[in-house]
């Protein structure tokens, strides 16, 4: 394939790409917690002028440095304080994301295979959701893939000193966007790859010396102006917080452990399946790309096994993990395409058999919540009441609704009607799943928030700009700061619970908790006056003594 048109090839991806991140971002609501979460830290640096602080509630939020935060709010200054704002610096990842894979691949293999690991990438179910999310995730795993591209580049360019310092940089952005976790990766996989290597061409001293001044640098100035500015507290309670996520399950978010195995087979389709044989076969020519091959596989099970060993389980955690998987991925196609090769009959089955999975979720979800609703209402008759009524949210499920389903079904058919024609086989699996992950967004993603969290986020929303107190009860949420815009507190006391559900609020106290406690906290909470229940939340209003109805 010529260069140029290679190139005209990649710049068409980007550019369709980069739409489909962006399109309908701002149709639905950010979803708690931690889209809504980090939005809300980003307004209120906006409100109080203070970019260096993180904040929830006008308090202090040790759980996050601010890099990621401040570039949401530099979003919002332009675009306004809405969902598009939140979720747009991760479609510029996205697209730096594709540029630094064309790159990469282009150097160590061919501008081929750099289009060809983008086309994984880009095709691959997560990997592209998150570029459509207001998570802090895409930017923090940018940052530690090309602190390791750059390493690996200082290594195969006779150590010129630029690549070195800049890994350096670029690792020290990553911890000012999540914290440090990035350096134990990086230190990790770095260290498995030189034991590997029986610490043949280890980093010398000195350029170990340099690497980490640049490092601390600029991994640390955050953490030194908070002390500088006499918030130390703070920093403590961001390194306690860190340590917990290691040793306990944070905030309910538990699970077994290969919980992130599951989410990167199903999760990175095709790309995860696509990638198996090149786990086992080097498919890699010379030594330069032995190598990099040897750090991306050892990068993947760093991550892998690190975070099944981390009692938290969330999903976004392994997803570091989908830079090396893509790029195996498009190892094994070009290696099939270049050597004329067949999709073996074990591939080709574990290829249909995770998509007949995502068939099946796409073709019954519009179907036993639309016209069989009844026969599922039946069977979740035992369930608690919130998610009973949650499931039995008001949701239309017109007929198109089943367009995801019947693109991924006509995928697979179209596969087995290709079969000895690789080429075209690869290019049909990733112009379906392509397809298949657009259409989902637009019917299952605005779904979703209806039947989870809708009536929550509408509830605050309709009070924004009342003079009013807003609070959730049992439930953890953002969206009474956020979408409410919640001014800074004028005293301390507003922030007491007791105070505002008991004591002489000057002003009304609008609340929801779960169905499952209504009972119990319209007992409690005495004072509260019942508005109405929604989607498995109960909504209230507190007001004070002498208030009247304007």
């Not at 935060?69 to 979720?87: D, T």
Request: some cysteine; hydrophobic content about 50%.
């Amino acid at each position: 394939m010529n260069r140029y048109i290679t190139l005209f090839l990649f710049l068409l991806l980007v550019g369709v790409s980069a739409l489909a991140f962006i399109a309908f971002n701002g149709r639905v609501h950010l979803f708690d917690w931690d889209e809504i979460n980090f939005a809300e830290s980003a307004r209120e640096m906006i409100v109080t002028g203070d970019y260096l602080t993180v904040r929830i509630d006008y308090q202090p939020f040790w759980e996050k440095p601010p890099l990621f935060i401040v570039l949401q709010a530099a979003s919002m200054q332009i675009f306004g304080i809405n969902e598009m704002a939140a979720r747009l610096p991760n479609t510029l990842a996205g697209i730096l994301t594709l540029v630094v894979l064309f790159l990469a691949g282009r150097k160590f293999f061919s501008a081929r295979f750099g289009l060809a690991w983008c086309v994984a990438y880009v095709v691959s179910f997560l990997p592209f959701l998150y570029f459509k999310s207001g998570l802090i995730d895409p930017w923090f795993n940018l940052f530690i893939f090309s602190g390791i591209l750059c390493y690996i580049l200082f290594e195969q360019s006779g150590r010129h000193y630029r690549w070195l310092l800049l890994s350096a940089f670029l690792t020290g952005l990553a911890v000012l966007t999540k914290g440090p976790v990035a350096l134990l990766v990086t230190m990790l996989t770095a260290a498995l790859v030189f034991l590997l290597r029986r610490f043949r061409d280890f980093i010398p001293m000195k350029a170990l010396v340099a690497w980490l001044a640049v490092f601390a640098f600029t991994g640390g100035i955050w953490f030194l102006l908070m002390a500088i500015s006499g918030r130390a507290g703070t920093i403590a309670d961001f390194f306690v917080y860190q340590l917990r996520l290691f040793r306990t399950e944070d905030a309910g978010h538990g699970g077994f452990p290969l919980f992130h195995a599951a989410v990167l087979l199903l999760g990175v389709f095709p790309a995860s399946v696509m990638a198996l044989p090149s786990f086992f076969r080097n498919r890699a020519g010379g030594d330069g790309q032995r190598s990099f091959r040897r750090w991306m596989l050892v990068l993947f099970w760093v991550v892998l096994v690190l975070f099944s060993i981390v009692k938290t389980k969330i999903v976004h955690y392994s997803s570091l993990c989908y830079f090396p998987l893509t790029f195996l991925a498009a190892m094994e196609a070009m290696w099939l395409i270049e050597n004329n090769k067949k999709l073996s009959k074990g591939l080709l089955f574990l290829v249909a058999s995770v998509m007949g999975f995502w068939i099946l979720f796409a073709v019954l979800s519009p179907l036993f919540l639309g016209p069989f609703k009844p026969v599922l209402m039946k069977v979740l008759a035992g369930t608690d009441r919130a998610s009973f009524a949650m499931i039995g949210a008001d949701v239309a499920w017109p007929w198109y609704t089943m367009a995801p389903g019947i693109i991924l079904s006509g995928t697979l058919v179209t596969l087995f009607l290709f079969r000895g024609n690789t080429s075209r086989q690869l290019a049909v699996l990733a112009a379906g799943s392509f397809l298949f992950i657009n259409a989902s967004v637009w019917v299952f993603t605005p779904r979703a928030e209806q039947y989870s969290q809708q009536a929550n986020i509408e509830f605050f929303k309709g009070l924004e700009g009342k003079d009013v107190y807003t609070r959730t009860l049992g439930i953890k949420s953002y969206a009474n700061y956020f979408y409410f815009k919640k001014p800074p507190p004028q005293h301390p006391v507003e922030y007491s619970k007791n105070w505002q559900l008991f004591g002489p609020v000057d002003k009304p106290v609008y609340c929801s908790f779960s169905l499952n406690r209504k009972e119990d906290y319209l007992q409690s909470y005495y004072n509260l006056e019942l508005l109405y229940e929604k989607n498995g939340y109960v909504f209230c209003v507190r007001k004070p003594p002498t208030y009247q109805q304007p």
